[in-house]
Nanobody, 125 residues
Framework: QVQLVESGGGLVQAGGSLRLSCAASGGTLSTYGMGWFRQAPGKEREFVAAISWSGGSTDYADSVKGRFTISRDNAKNTVYLQLNSLKPEDTAVYYC??????????????????WGQGTLVTVSS
């Protein structure tokens, strides 16, 4: 059973950067599309970014395009999310998810094959 563990969250000032990691254990991520999602206080979880199993395709929510970058290293069984030019509205718990069907990631389906527990990102103004 694949387990996903996010790390790299923290408190940062507006305009700053963070790099989130999602490491897998118990199996390989190389056959899964991967996504990052976030849930702000009092809001629904939303799609942030996705990357195909090969890394050849990436997609982003409009709200983060040009600021966030998703990448993966299948040899390390890890997916990353680089967050630049952070804004207070980026404050949320960030989750990674894995699914063999890429479109499920884009749809933000809550029924993905695997979910991590989340890491908190807080952006102060």
């Amino acid at each position: 059973q694949v387990q996903l563990v996010e790390s790299g969250g923290g408190l940062v000032q507006a305009g700053g950067s963070l790099r989130l990691s999602c490491a897998a254990s118990g199996g390989t991520l190389s056959t899964y599309g991967m996504g990052w999602f976030r849930q702000a206080p009092g809001k629904e979880r939303e799609f942030v970014a996705a990357i195909s199993w090969s890394g050849g395709s990436t997609d982003y929510a409009d709200s983060v395009k040009g600021r966030f970058t998703i990448s993966r290293d299948n040899a390390k069984n890890t997916v990353y999310l680089q967050l630049n030019s952070l804004k207070p509205e980026d404050t949320a718990v960030y989750y990674c998810g894995a699914d063999s069907t890429y479109t499920f990631l884009l749809e933000g389906s809550k029924y993905l094959d695997h979910w991590g527990q989340g890491t908190l990102v807080t952006v102060s103004s």
